[in-house]
């Protein structure tokens, strides 16, 4: 089996996230906690996620996101096959709208 991310110290990163309260809490909390390019990578990522499920094209994602091509194909085997998280969240934030 590989790694998991399923730990005690994943555990309280989460728990400390859960804490944060509006978007400059998670701003402040994230430029200490992650690198740019660290943030910069996840939200890459999230933005690849939104465009495949609005159904855009691999190049239509690539030109927007500068994401390459194996990022997408990663994040799309996570919607196609992962835990529906990405699924979860979007359904959220339509709901907030």
């Not at 495949?52 to 996101?65: C, F, G, I, R, S």
């Not at 959220?92 to 709208?97: G, Q, T, Y």
Request: include cysteine; charged fraction near 25%; hydrophobic fraction near 40%.
């Amino acid at each position: 089996m590989g790694k998991t991310i399923r730990t005690d110290a994943v555990k309280d990163l989460f728990q400390a996230i859960l804490t944060l309260e509006n978007e400059e809490e998670c701003f402040r909390f994230f430029e200490d906690v992650c690198t740019v390019n660290e943030v910069l990578s996840i939200a890459q990522r999230f933005a690849v996620a939104k465009m495949l499920t609005d159904n855009h094209t691999y190049l239509e994602v690539a030109k927007e996101t500068g994401a390459s091509t194996a990022t997408i194909s990663r994040v799309n085997r996570s919607l196609n096959y992962g835990n529906d998280s990405y699924q979860l969240v979007f359904e959220r934030m339509n709901n907030k709208k």
